[in-house]
DNA sequence: ATAATCTGACAAGGCCGATTACCACTTTGT
DNA sequence: ACAAAGTGGTAATCGGCCTTGTCAGATTAT
């Protein structure tokens, strides 16, 4: 498809200055996406904002729905990565330590930055069947990480033993929905209050009598 | 912009008949804005499924995201409308039957067709700067009626005395999150399930100590 | 120095779909 | 029955934007 290139140029490997385009114009992608809207963004406004021809947006990707795939990938990965290594920190603490870091880094990583959220629960949502896919994966993938949080809880006599699956599902979309809210509210939100009644909300809903 | 007919026409006013063009055209919408999403949906494509005329569309609408917006309004007003009225039956009920029946008449209202809730919890987010302003008016008010029931349960003693504006938002969340899930996931899950989770959820989060 | 190679800007081609002009046909009032 | 008015489908127009071809200039190896 593309050409590998062959020698080094304008002092900087090609591969180099490849992955440099490449980042721009996710960086690009962040930004128009969730200014403008990402249908109302054209292929130009990312490749002017990016500083690069149309040409290399081509060399880089097939189509725009994959900047927003891999921009959309990349926030999830990014903050079950920190949350899980967070997590492994506080190994054998109480459940309700736990769950409290795993919301704490979570909230604080997504809240970072009002772009995100907005990408990954506004932007992303209803744009195709493929991005559909991924988005349920990753719900699950948080379900499943809330579950193994509730049962750890229930094995240490914190929770009923019960079953999890449907809280956990509630519990990510209460949490994705806060965050829409948040990204979008006027007069702003705090993130400290969306985290407390998050955590509040996790620990009743867990806690509570089967 | 539209000229007002003068006579009857074909055995039927004319206002009759532009008003079933408007709902067949509605219908089509819905069925076509769900199976295939929206921006897939070409206005030809609503046409031929409707039996109008591209003439015709624009006879009725400025626009495919008018269609949208209608749906997207329609659905919300009619689950409300049910959940009112509803409400009114029970008035003197205790705080756990009030909540019980509003979220059974809620979640009926939208699991009846999984179109529902794929149109307004997919479909319509990220569209337009138009439809995330309604959507954030939907929001806001059911998030109200949540708050006014756990108000009502704070006056008869069973909940304390606090804040309730965003844990209302949460809860909205987890139900929109829930029926997201439910119109995509295989295999399905029971919309009793998923009422029930909901109910426990809901009162699990009004009751817990503040 | 020069040929070979690589790069990026520009713009033209081409497609798709929204919007509207036109016109043949139907219905109604006299 | 006939003229006036209303209607709806088809097809042509129009514009936007994705996609790729071209070319002049920059860079490197010999």
Known sequence: ?????????????????????????LLAALELFTARGYQQTKIVDLCTAAGVSTRN??????????LLLILHGRINAQ???????RLDEVADA???????????VFIGSVTADPRLPRLNYVEAVGVSADLERQHQEWVRRWADFIEAEARRAAAQGDAPDRDYRLTA??????IT???R????????????????EIRELMFAAITRPA
């Open 1 to 25: 498809m593309v050409e590998t290139s062959k020698r080094a140029y304008a002092g900087v490997a090609a591969d180099d200055r490849r992955t440099q385009r490449r980042e721009r114009l």
């Open 57 to 66: 947006f081509y060399e880089e990707f097939q189509a725009k729905e994959q």
């Open 79 to 85: 903050a079950m990565h920190r949350v899980a290594a």
């Open 94 to 104: 109480d459940a309700r330590t736990r769950i409290s870091t795993l919301l704490d």
């Open 169 to 174: 599902f509630a519990l990510v979309g209460a």
């Open 177 to 179: 929905g806060l965050l």
């Open 181 to 196: 809210e948040w990204q979008a509210h006027e007069p702003p939100l705090e993130a400290a209050e969306i985290a407390t």
